[in-house]
């Protein structure tokens, strides 16, 4: 067994979550995919096996201890890069709708050819979330994921918008994430979400948001206000 499966399997065993050797392959299989395609498309700063086992593949599949995703329900992992936590929890749940959403031509291009050399089913999607979410796509997402994209406040006005009513926001966050949420408490009452749950993985958290009510009609606004003036 090679040391990204290892390392893996230990991650997954240590979460209770249940696995196959099959699943280990295929993730195995997928990281060797990104770690050969990083030389000229900068996809990734994490290159050892077992951190990588960890932090994108381990930590990714948390969400199913932290959050019980219906079968079958729509998914959309927002500024997805490398296909992170998006892809790693499709592997895990292969049932779910799972939308994989970057503004980088060069990275979606990236995850489609790896998946479709895989066979494996997902919605690569081109574009940016703010632009998005004011159409067809707009409240049609059970969940939404999100890993490392943008501050707290900033994150809520770009996925809110995208997920129906009664739909959850997961958001990865590090150390900071306190105060992150701190940060945010305007932007959660805006946009009529509260704070769920919070799962510890790492040194950070998963922050489930639940959005409760549907999104008022100005936002998502244009993306240089949400940066310049985040809720």
């Known amino acids: 067994m090679t040391e990204f499966k290892r390392a893996l399997a230990d991650k997954l065993t240590g979460l209770g979550l249940?696995?196959?050797?099959?699943?280990?392959?295929?993730?195995?299989?997928?990281?060797?995919k990104v770690a050969e395609a990083n030389n000229h498309l900068n996809l990734t700063r994490i290159t050892d096996e077992a951190q990588?086992?960890?932090q994108h593949f381990a930590d990714a599949?948390?969400?199913?201890?932290?959050?019980?995703l219906p079968k079958g329900c729509r998914v959309i992992d927002i500024g997805t890069g490398a296909g992170f936590p998006g892809v790693p929890l499709k592997l895990l749940r292969p049932d779910l709708?799972?939308?994989?959403?970057?503004?980088?031509?060069?990275?979606?291009?990236?995850?489609?050819?790896?998946?479709?050399q895989m066979g494996v089913s997902a919605n690569v999607v081109c574009g940016r979330a703010e632009e998005l979410a004011r159409g067809a796509l707009r409240e049609s997402f059970d969940a939404a994921v999100s890993r490392a994209v943008a501050?707290?406040?900033?994150?809520?006005?770009?996925?809110v918008p995208l997920l129906k009513t009664g739909?959850?926001?997961?958001?990865?966050?590090?150390?900071?994430?306190?105060?992150?949420?701190?940060?945010?408490?305007?932007?959660?009452?805006?946009?009529?979400?509260?704070l769920a749950d919070r799962f510890l993985v790492g040194r950070g958290a998963i922050l489930l948001i639940l959005?409760?009510?549907?999104?008022?009609?100005?936002?998502?606004?244009?993306?240089?206000?949400?940066?310049?003036?985040?809720?």
């Open 97 to 116: 709708d799972m939308t994989l959403l970057d503004a980088s031509g060069k990275k979606t291009d990236f995850i489609q050819a790896a998946l479709e």
């Open 151 to 159: 501050p707290l406040p900033m994150l809520l006005e770009l996925s």
């Open 18 to 32: 249940s696995f196959s050797d099959t699943l280990l392959n295929t993730c195995a299989v997928y990281f060797e």
């Open 61 to 68: 599949m948390a969400l199913c201890r932290a959050f019980e």
């Open 167 to 194: 739909g959850t926001l997961a958001a990865w966050k590090g150390e900071t994430y306190e105060t992150e949420l701190s940060d945010a408490a305007k932007a959660l009452e805006t946009l009529g979400c509260r």
């Open 52 to 54: 990588a086992a960890e």
């Open 211 to 231: 959005k409760q009510k549907p999104t008022p009609g100005a936002y998502p606004r244009r993306f240089s206000k949400i940066k310049s003036a985040p809720l």
